[in-house]
């Protein structure tokens, strides 16, 4: 019997691969989500079976028994639409069908040696469609259970991660566009895990479901495929680092995703890396298919720069703008949580609104049919890109994610009945005069966490950091990790934070080369203003810890530097509370179009 197969093939009498059904019964394994059923029952699997229960506690092979339908559905229910069937036979193919003749397969199909760790495996299948919702391709993948997998078995606990781009961070590079009229492309790397080669660990895999193997058979990877431990550090370290570098292109310390190179006194290359979607602008247009055409060989393929982490990007040169949009995501999110034809509201939060912990007499009835956690993840994907605004309300049901009860899942569909009427909006960054001139706001809501609640009367911070004549780039609402004793110190802690927050964009600024005068900060207290400026010390403050007079060290060394606003203009409220709906629609267009 050979221990592989070539293009065609069979192993022994086996079919390489058989059609997508149910096969004979032996051992299954127990898998985390639900059943496998696989060609295991020989002496040597049950050998296996007793070592692994013997040396490391685990029941990774059980006798059959009764199991958890949601995995056999989910398959069954797959193979039965005829586009998923045909993507998942092109992804078995792919898997063992060399598609480089100096790279070999990407699995193999081997005799495990004695005592190996065999992990199982699940199938991922999704339905992609365009802008206009017309269907594109189907995409199937087997995915190892990494959970299976055994630090310094099968992968080296120390290195399982990987950097991602910040959002905000995303959001400084889209501004830089806009600002420097700067010339953009997108590429995607294909199957980027499955095309990374898999670094110093030997790794068995039971077969998928849809592929038999005989008896004795399993896989044994040669890339990371999507669902081991090391699969996304691997990608980034081993290649994308590793080919950005080689370039020429630089990490930078302050966001290690950020690539750049001044390729002369005026033309910039920036690389934003987001896992594989490699964002690219330049001054040069030349720059910018340079390094498209050295990504092309390593499976990297352009596409569509309008579409960029789920955001809709146009990019007005003539006018001067960059607008951003999630008006399909929101449509989707509405309509996946049945609220397609809710009645829109002006404001995501009644004014004045507190949520408060669920106790065994609230009423937990729509908590149990209406999937809240979900709900508020993807309100806060909203809250954290295009709607800032909403962003103190998501806060509020954030915090009540383990026990939500009726009160909370009313405030959670009434942040989609703002959604409702707003979805088309979006944030618009303007080229302004040129420059970068970063700036923010800061406000503090003393006291305002209500008692019952895990916290209890701590204030909330709310800050907002933008790039003056452009837009804003962070913004933030968050409570307080000490109790405040006043208004002064609540509003005291906020420009600390705010400080530290915006000194951050300030080295960001300075390692790419652009270099910052003293960035001004806005608050709305007299009193805490004060207490900044001067170096007397007072009754009332004496008491404040001293991690929080950073923001005096910033002030003395000219980073940034305070300056009052009046309160009906401090747009950071918005990040503070539920404000009534004139004075939130007056923020709120100060924030979209005012900055």
């Not at 809501?445 to 837009?471: A, I, K």
């Not at 004060?530 to 001293?546: G, M, N």
Request: aromatic letters at 8%; glycine letters at 8%; hydrophobic letters at 35%.
């Amino acid at each position: 019997t050979s221990s592989s197969s070539g293009a065609g093939g069979v192993i022994g009498n086996t079919p390489l691969i058989q059609p997508m059904s149910t096969p004979s019964t032996g051992f299954r394994t127990r898998e985390l989500h639900g059943p496998g059923y696989y060609h295991i029952g020989s002496p040597a699997d049950q050998g296996y079976a007793e070592h692994m229960r013997a040396m490391f506690g685990r029941d990774d092979m059980d006798p059959p028994g009764q199991e958890p339908p949601r995995q056999e559905h989910q398959y069954n229910a797959a193979v039965k639409d005829p586009i998923i069937a045909a993507s998942m036979r092109a992804e078995l193919v792919d898997l063992l069908i060399p598609q480089d003749d100096n790279r070999g397969s990407k699995v193999s199909i081997v005799r495990p040696p004695a005592r190996a760790h065999i992990i199982t495996n699940t199938w991922a299948t999704k339905k992609k469609y365009d802008t206009n919702g017309n269907f594109e391709r189907a995409k199937s993948r087997v995915c190892p259970h990494g959970f299976r997998q055994i630090p310094h078995v099968d992968f080296d606990p120390d290195a399982t991660e990987a950097p991602t781009l910040a959002i905000e961070h995303g959001m400084f590079l889209l501004q830089l566009q806009v600002i420097r009229d700067m010339k953009c492309a997108q590429v995607d790397f294909k199957s980027a895990f499955e095309n990374t080669d898999l670094q110093g660990f030997d790794i068995y895999m039971k077969p998928p479901k849809g592929l038999r193997l005989p008896d004795g058979y399993v896989l044994k990877l040669h890339r990371t495929l999507q669902g081991t431990k090391q699969a996304a550090h691997d990608f980034h370290y081993h290649k994308v680092d590793k080919l950005l570098t080689e370039y020429g292109l630089s990490s930078n310390p302050i966001e290690p995703c950020i690539y750049s190179k001044w390729v002369s006194d005026d033309v910039l290359l920036l690389v934003g890396v987001y896992v594989d979607d490699f964002r690219i602008i330049s001054d040069s247009q030349d720059e910018v298919d340079k390094l498209k055409a050295y990504l092309a060989p390593h499976g990297a393929v352009e596409v569509d720069s309008n579409k960029w982490l789920g955001l809709t990007i146009n990019h007005d040169v003539l006018a001067g703008t960059l607008s951003i949009s999630n008006e399909i995501n929101i449509m989707e999110a509405l309509n996946d949580f049945g609220l397609t034809d809710c009645k829109p509201m002006n404001t995501p939060a009644a004014p004045g609104t507190k949520l408060y912990k669920t106790v065994p007499t609230d009423d937990v009835s729509e908590s149990g049919t209406f999937p809240y956690q979900s709900a508020v993840g993807i309100l806060r994907w909203f809250s954290r890109t295009t709607h800032p605004q909403i962003l103190y309300a998501v806060n509020q049901c954030a915090q009540h994610n383990v026990s939500p009860n009726n009160t909370h899942v009313i405030a959670a569909k009434r942040i989609f009945r703002y959604l409702q009427g707003t979805k088309a909006k979006g944030l618009i960054f303007r080229r302004g005069d040129g420059t970068l001139t970063l700036k923010a706001f800061c406000d503090a809501d003393f006291g305002g966490e209500p008692e019952g609640n895990d916290q209890p009367m701590r204030s909330t911070t709310g800050l907002l950091v933008y790039l003056h004549g452009v837009g804003p780039l962070y913004w933030k609402s968050q409570l307080q990790t000490v109790t405040a004793t006043s208004t002064k110190e609540s509003e005291y802690y906020s420009a600390g934070a705010c400080a530290r927050v915006l000194v951050g964009f300030r080295q960001l600024c300075h390692s790419l080369g652009f270099t910052q005068d003293s960035s001004e900060i806005q608050s709305d207290n007299q009193p805490a203003l004060y207490s900044l400026k001067t170096k007397l010390s007072h009754s009332k403050s004496r008491h404040i810890k001293i991690q929080f007079h950073y923001v005096k060290d910033l002030i003395r060394d000219g980073e940034v530097h305070f300056k009052y606003c009046p309160t009906e203009d401090m747009v950071a409220d918005l990040f503070t509370k539920a404000l009534p709906a004139s004075q939130f629609e007056r923020l709120t267009s100060i924030l979209y179009n005012q900055l």
